[in-house]
């Protein structure tokens, strides 16, 4: 499997996630490490997958992922993910998807007001799809999130035809699985922490599956999303 | 230009005695912008007028030392060809008056500092002090610089892994903010500020100057009275998005051959920057300020060479690199300009509009900079306060609960909830444990980071508490299982003016070195932040030590989280029952008296070298250093991390001090481990000549101190945790 990372000017978790599908794609001794993609660079190889990374795109000075979504590199991103090319982004890159219209819903500030960074207990609401195949629905895993900005919302038509279609990815729960106001941390609708498109191949998540994706850092559950990607996409 | 009057000296902060040897220099009068660079040259912050001759007696050297004092930050070897860079800085005038932004171009400062020298930032740390709780201003100024230091550090993508914060109304006119960077750089890329090159091109690089910041450093060179606030537009704006280019740009620039010198603006700016590269290479240089990018139209020579803007660099640049720098800064969306070229003449020629407005002699400024040996007064240490002069709690479980619910004990959560302390996935060692532990990327390898200080020990007894400052970072590093390597201070005090405030900063830094020199860990940066004071008043003598150590494999590091229960607690070092500057005595006692306890280096030197011993040969599940709070606090601490309850029990010996000495006693140079069996501990102990007692045993769910009733873990939790929040307004259970 080729990825490409997609580097905005301001992006900060682009090595991060460079490293967890290096590392994925070598333990599966398939493809090599992923490209990494410059902002003003529209025209990138072919990949099997593209990752828009955590971080702070164009300093989020207008709102979060706003101007990266008017980037050049980004009509190709929309371009492919509209032929089926796989697309994930994650934090800054769930919030650049939501703005290119890749993904319904908006993420605004989170409910205390306040940046959180802290392991969070998610609830995988389904294990079919590229990227979740690796993880049993209902499983509970511990990951991180780091965001100012990740209060879900979406309208209420939307959010049902959403839970309709099983577009819902991930859910803040508590470690038992349960879903409680308490174990959500930015004020999400219906706990949200990650969803799909109708077609589930764009997954955009707050949380840093690619921070706990190695046992040195505490904690090894973000690792089957990466290896997982690998397997369906080589 | 305005004229220069004698008031007009008189506000730029500048002795009557000062200007005489302005005179003497130039051998004329200064105009306006000539003296406005004096003044920032001479301040205090730049100068280090009233510290220098003191700073001069840290021991600086070691095997492993790179880079001492005089560059930017201070550079250790790390091995595998890689070096660690880092400092400490304060911004403590400007957080007190705006403390968003503050606090945020301290971090900013900071990190330009370490990415100067040619090293990726990875680690930003945090040592902060605030006035009383109770202070009307308090929860505003933490909350705002809290909010200052996430809001830079997590944009620039630097994960912030550690730091301190403590309250003590002392700080209530005058809060410290003192940020520190660790960065890592190979060894054969680093790079200094020092020019060379008649003829070379002087490069301007990152955002645009404005007239922001101007005299911040002669502001932070003086008091504050009455109408701090109003010195505001002193304050710069931080733009961490562009610091990240900035860093990003820069290390791009240093993976090519094309830079010769490169120099942050810090505080004065163009002017202290370009002196110094200058003033270094025994040079001179001439700037065109028609080509200086700036944000507002009509800027003077004055404003432009003050200004205290944010994200800018000056680099010397090898002749014939100038399109493949300018490349690299356009790819970035970064300013580049090329705004003047070095000379033999060792002068600063400053143009503008083809006339020049400045010419100053460089190395009379730079270097001839006035130094002063101030009057100073021993200051007396605090009479010892025996542990029978200090009552006995009723109950010990309810002493332990108001220790670590009280502000300087309690839970920082709060505040790293708010610091992205994982980006950059490298974090091994979180914030809550004795040191940050950050893997070095790519490697099993990790480095050790701490910042400490104890005011009420420093303003006790100076002496001691300046020592008391090293051996606390020192033990921290060693009870994560790290090599210390060395210190970077940052140094805050009051009014050097007064023979006792001097005192302070004498006693101090005595302390200082001979911890540093007793524990091989030389001073290889640091940062003097004086005159912090309000209205005459002084804030306790502050020197911060932040510390880096070196982890050799992760494999055997250690957690202060008790891991199993049925396994041994065991005390490493001597407890006499030191109450005296307590935290107990403060907090449950309501005293403040009393001589801090000693600190015997030797007896720190040798049982550290201990403990890490066993930690490097994986004998041990936990440890932890004993400090604030002492023996029951930190039992507390790793009972709370390990989610694991413990008994303590005294051992039987007729030397024992009064039980709750020995509980809340803060005797130096000890550590609390856990292990399966206590036996081969005691007995590779004994072999060492290291005091060591069993005292308890891991297991259940609550913890249980002799002359108290059991807490539950979860009641323990909520002491803990809850005070900040709450403080802070917030709803709990979130």
Request: net charge negative.
């Amino acid at each position: 499997m080729k990825a490409a990372v997609i580097v905005f000017p301001g992006s900060n978790c682009d090595r991060d996630v460079q490293v967890a599908l290096a590392q994925a794609t070598a333990r599966h001794a398939s493809g090599g490490a992923p490209i990494m993609v410059w902002h003003k660079d529209a025209d990138f190889e072919k990949v099997e997958l593209i990752v828009l990374p955590g971080g702070f795109s164009y300093g989020d000075y207008l709102r979060c992922g706003a101007m990266a979504a008017q980037s050049p590199v980004m009509k190709e991103v929309v371009r492919r993910a509209n032929r089926g090319v796989p697309v994930m982004g994650i934090c800054n890159g769930f919030q650049i998807l939501t703005e290119a219209g890749l993904l319904p819903g908006a993420l605004i500030r989170n409910a205390n007001l306040k940046f959180i960074c802290r392991d969070v207990n998610l609830r995988v609401e389904t294990s079919q799809s590229l990227f979740t195949g690796r993880y049993e629905e209902g499983q509970t895993i511990r990951v991180p999130v780091a965001h100012h900005d990740g209060n879900y919302i979406a309208g209420d038509e939307e959010m049902e035809r959403m839970e309709d279609r099983g577009q819902i990815a991930f859910r803040y729960c508590a470690p038992d699985g349960t879903l409680t106001s308490d174990a959500n941390p930015n004020g999400s609708a219906r706990n949200i922490a990650g969803i799909f498109n109708e077609t589930k191949t764009v997954l955009g998540l707050m949380p840093h599956p690619e921070r706990l994706a190695d046992p040195a850092l505490g904690g090894s559950d973000g690792r089957p999303l990466f290896d997982g990607l690998v397997e369906a996409l080589s | 230009m305005s004229e220069v009057t004698p008031e007009v000296i008189a506000e730029h902060g500048l002795s009557g005695e000062e200007y005489e040897r302005i005179l003497g220099i130039l051998g004329r009068a200064p105009n306006l912008l000539e003296l406005g660079i004096f003044s920032v040259m001479w301040s205090e912050h730049c100068s280090y007028k009233s510290s220098k001759v003191w700073l001069k007696t840290l021991p600086t050297t070691a095997p492993w030392v790179i880079h001492g004092p005089g560059e930017n930050a201070g550079v250790v070897d790390i091995g595998e060809g890689l070096a660690a860079i880092f400092k400490m800085e304060s911004h403590n005038h400007p957080s007190f008056i705006e403390p968003y932004q503050g606090a945020a171009t301290g971090v900013g400062g900071i990190l330009r500092d370490v990415f100067t020298m040619g090293a990726r930032p990875v680690a930003n740390l945090n040592a902060l002090r605030f006035g009383d709780p109770s202070h009307p201003k308090t929860r505003h100024l933490l909350a705002g610089v809290v909010e200052g230091i996430g809001g830079y550090g997590n944009c620039v993508g630097v994960p912030t892994v550690g730091g301190e914060v403590n309250f003590d109304a002392g700080y209530n006119g005058n809060i410290l903010v003192n940020a520190m960077t660790v960065g890592i750089a190979r060894q054969d890329r680093i790079f200094t500020s020092q020019a060379s090159g008649i003829g070379n091109p002087v490069v301007y690089v990152g955002s645009k100057t404005g007239r922001d910041g101007i005299h911040g450093a002669t502001m932070a060179s003086a008091e504050f009275g009455e109408g701090a606030e109003e010195k505001r537009p002193t304050v710069q704006v931080g733009d961490p998005f562009t610091e990240k280019l900035l860093i990003e740009a820069c290390l791009e620039l240093m993976a090519t051959d094309a830079i010769v010198a490169i120099q942050d603006m810090g505080a004065a700016g163009l002017t202290s920057s370009s002196f110094e590269m200058a003033s270094k290479g025994g040079l001179g240089v001439e700037l065109d300020l028609d080509c200086v990018p700036c944000r507002e139209d009509g800027m003077t020579p004055y404003e432009m060479m003050l200004s205290e803007s944010q994200e800018r660099m000056v680099i010397v640049l090898k002749p014939g690199r100038e399109d493949l720098a300018q490349g690299i800064f356009e790819k970035w969306d970064l300013d580049f300009a090329i705004i003047g070229h070095l000379t033999g003449s060792g002068r600063m020629i400053l143009k503008m509009h083809g006339e020049t407005v400045g010419d100053l002699p460089i190395d009379p400024l730079a270097q001839a900079a006035p130094e002063y040996r101030r009057p100073y007064e021993d200051m007396p240490e605090a009479p010892f306060l025996a542990p029978s002069a200090v009552p006995a709690p009723a109950d010990t479980s309810a002493a332990l609960l108001q220790l670590l619910a009280c502000p300087d004990l309690c839970s920082r959560r709060w505040v790293w909830d708010q610091y992205d302390h994982m980006v950059m996935a490298d974090t091994v060692g979180r914030p809550g444990g004795d040191a940050a532990v950050v893997r070095i990327h790519g490697t099993k390898r990790a480095l050790a980071i701490t910042t400490d200080c104890t005011p009420r020990y420093c303003q006790a007894a100076p002496r001691t508490g300046g020592a008391q400052a090293v051996a606390e970072a020192w033990r921290n590093l060693t009870a994560v299982g790290a090599r210390p390597l060395a210190v970077t201070d940052n140094l805050n005090f009051g009014n050097p003016e007064r023979p006792e405030v001097m005192g302070q900063f004498v006693g101090c830094i005595q302390g200082i070195g001979e911890a540093c020199r007793a524990l091989d860990f030389p001073v290889v940066s640091g940062n003097v932040s004086l005159y912090n004071e309000t209205n005459g008043k002084a804030i306790p003598p502050t020197p911060a030590i932040g510390a880096v150590g070196l982890i050799e494999t992760l494999d055997r590091t250690a957690t202060i989280a008790l891991k199993a229960p049925g396994e041994d607690i065991v005390l490493i070092g001597a407890t006499e029952g030191h109450l005296g500057a307590s935290l107990y005595l403060r907090e449950v006692a309501g005293r403040r008296e009393g001589a801090p306890p000693p600190v015997d280096l030797a007896a720190e030197r040798r049982n550290g070298d201990f403990v890490r011993g066993l930690i490097q040969g994986g004998q041990i599940t936990a440890c932890h250093d004993l400090s604030d709070g002492g023996l029951a606090v930190a039992l507390a601490e790793m009972a709370l991390a390990g989610k694991l309850g413990a008994t303590l029990t005294p051992p039987e010996d007729p030397g024992l001090p009064p039980l709750h000495a020995w509980l809340f006693g803060e005797d130096q140079a000890r550590y609390l481990i856990a292990a399966a069996s206590a036996d081969l501990v005691l007995e590779a102990a004994r072999a060492a000549g290291v005091p060591a007692a069993k005292v308890g045993t891991t297991g259940g769910d609550a913890l249980t101190l002799p002359g108290g009733a059991p807490i539950y873990l979860n009641d323990l939790r909520s002491a803990h945790e809850n005070w900040l929040p709450v403080y802070m307004g917030e709803s709990l259970g979130n």
